[in-house]
Structures are given as C-alpha cells and as structure tokens.
C-alpha cells in the first residue's frame, strides 16, 4: 500500500512541475495545482493556498467550499504553520486549540509552508472528511510540490 501511494505521489509531483512548466504567474501556478490535488488526493474537501500579505494570510486560490478569508498568524493550522514554519499534520482537528472551521465536514488537516526566495510566502492547506487521512508520507510530497511554485 505504502509503496502504491509513494508511486502515485512520485507521478503527482511530475504532473505538478509539468503543470506549471514555463508559467510565471503564481495565481495560475496555484490554481491548477490546487486543481490537481483537489482531485487526486484522497478524501480532500478543501486544497487551496493562503499567501502571505500585510502580516496575515490571506485566501488564495482554492478548490472546494467556501473559504476563510483572513487568517492571523498562530491562528488555527494555517496560521500555526505559518508561524512555526514547519508543516502541521492535523490528526483531528477537533482536537486542536483554535481550529478555524470553515466546513463541519473536515476532520484533519495537513498545512505545508511555501518559500519564496527562502522566506516564508504562505501555506498550502489540505483538508479531509476522514480522521488520521495525512502521514509523514503526504507531508514528503506535498512539501515537493510546494516548492515547484517558485522553483524557477
């Protein structure tokens, strides 16, 4: 099982970086990587970024419901991962002091930091209807993948 999912990560990261091959522009890159995780990660209800502007974050590019708009550092995942800037995996976010809900069906969460030019840009946020749904192993790839945006 292990081995089938890093397989499908390892062809998610080429799809990624041939997704946004030649593209500067980080509101298309975002988009359409958000797109893509949308529909191929498991039981995600919510892939989108969140960038960082005027010392908040602020709601980027995004597939699913509707959205926090403004989110204070060391608010919420989000907010914690930006602050922290280091990755947060959410086990069950009803458990976490502060969550932010912006859908009752989310139940973890996996927020991985984007760096541009090696500072904090904003954070990628992934979450999911089932408990326990993100490991280390999505953390390896997805924190691949956030580094594509700005690789070039």
Partial sequence: MAAAQEEQYQLLVKQAAALIDGEDDWIANV??????????LANVNFAGVYRLKNNELILGPFQGKPA??????????CGTTAQAEQTQIVKDVHQFSGHIACDSAS???????????GKLWGVFDFDSTEFNNFDQLDQKYLEKIAQLIFAH
Avoid: D, M
């Fill in 31 to 40: 988009a359409n990587l958000s797109a893509l995780l949308f529909s191929e």
């Fill in 107 to 117: 139940n973890s969460e996996i927020v991985v930091p984007i760096f541009k030019a």
């Fill in 68 to 77: 926090c708009v403004h989110i204070a550092l060391g608010k919420g995942v």
